[in-house]
Structures are given as structure tokens and as C-alpha cells.
């Protein structure tokens, strides 16, 4: 195998997508509908598909408020079994390109047609389509790739941090309906990078900007179970060029660019904004 891999993280990507079947089991999984990997990737992967638990992850601003209660899904995963950020040298010196897969399922050591197959084909795939309009898109490989991204993004000069979503000791992967707790806080983002994790061997993230008005916020969660979340959300102010079919729309019952839409973060996602980031507290 070489590298110095171990069968550790290969044993870790088994584990992460036995994890995604037992999810899609409940709904239908797909890497898109797994994170949030793009609004328009997300709403063309979802014609005509069912819903999956990692989309009940929607509201409306409206419902922004101290005591509203939302359902949400937040997945809990064990980072031990989760794949692994390699140092930016030794994961250049791998392919990354769908042209390469025989060789790459030949150096993991999977089969063609494998679940582990299918998913690294699925990500490949989605890192090498186009960006849509207004989008600048990179799926990077390692945490150095990933700031040089945002700094490009955010310009030479900029300082910037990242900001997600935190579990609480009482998260399980289980939907339920969580209460804001406090004044959501405005996070400063006039321009932010999310970076949602892809299914691989390693870990990989599709990092994208999106031009347009946003807004971020800090969210004090209390779920029914007495877990604690404190979630970023976003709310896309202008939702008029999305795909009519986003799942968001059919779970809010809203027409494009009738109103934004919000959606937390999964915990697993990270979200570069210019610092300092917080407006108030
Ligand atoms: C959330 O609460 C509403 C009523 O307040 C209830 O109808 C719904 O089933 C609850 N959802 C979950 C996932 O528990």
C-alpha cells in the first residue's frame, strides 16, 4: 500500500460507509444529500429522489427566534472512525482524478463496484463538474489546501477564521425537535467559504463560495432529549436561481426566492469567515 498508510483509516472509510447505508436506509443516500455539497448540486441530485434524514436540516428565518422549536437532524460521528486529513505532502504525491480510479482502487485496495468504489468514484466525480453560476468550488485534500483556498477567496491581506457546529454530549443521530435557547448571534460574513466533507478514503472536502447575500448565525440549541447544540446556520437571502425541486423548498413548503433559506451546518462541515467574526455576544 505504501505511504505508510495503515489499515486504520481504510478500516475508518468501511466504518463511515456502513455508517452513510445505515442513514440511507431511512431515506436514499447520495454523496450530495449526505452534506450540504452545494445548493444546485444538492437540488439536482434531489428530482425525483426521497427525502434523506441529513436534508432535515432546513427553516426558515422567520423561525430565528428565542423558543421556536425546529426538527433537525445532526449526525454524530466518531472522529476516531472518521477518515483522516493527511499532510498536504504526502496526499499530492496520490492522484486525484476520476481518469486515475483503477489505480486508486488498486492502492486502497478495493474492488471494482464496492460501496468504498462507488463512493470515491461519486466524489471524484462531484469535484471535477463545473462550478454553477457565481461559484468558485475547490475540493481539497489537506488543511493547507483548504487555507490557501480561503485566502484566495478572502484576499491576500484578509484574516480570517473558522467557525462550526458543536455537538453535545447528548447528540445521537436521531431527529428531533430542538428549541432555540438564545438570541441567535450575527456572524459577520460578508463573504464565507464552506467546506463540506466528501466520502474517501481520506479526508476530503469540497470547499465553495458562493456569491451573493448571506447571513450567518450562532445558534443556542436544546433538544427534547436535554442535548445541547450550538449550531452555524446560514440563511441564503436570494434563493430566485436555485432549482426549483431543492429539497429545502418541498420541506419548507416555499417557492424559489419567495424567502430565504436557512440551514444549520452539520458538525462535520467548516465555515471560513473574515474575523473577528462575532458582531456582538
Ligand atoms: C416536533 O414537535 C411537533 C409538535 O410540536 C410534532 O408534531 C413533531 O412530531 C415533533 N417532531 C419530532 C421529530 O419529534
Known sequence: MGLGFSSSWSLSFCVLLVLMSAEASKGEYSLQEHEDGGEEAMARKHIHTHMDMSMRIFFTITELKVGKRIPVYFSKRDPATSPHLLPREEVESIPFSS???PYLLQFFGFSQGSPQAIAMENTLRHCETEPIEGETKSC?????????FSQKIFGLKASFEVISTKLGEKTTSLLQNYTILKLPKPISA???VACHTLPYPYAVFYCHFQEGENKVFEVSLGGENGDRVEAVAVCHMDTSQWNQDHVSFRLLGVQPGASPVCHFFPADNLIWVPSPALIQD
Do not use: G, R
Request: proline share 7%; hydrophobic share 45%.
Open 140 to 148: 481539497v485534500t489537506s488543511l493547507e489546501s483548504m487555507l490557501d
Open 190 to 192: 460578508p463573504k464565507m
Open 99 to 101: 481518469a486515475q480510479l
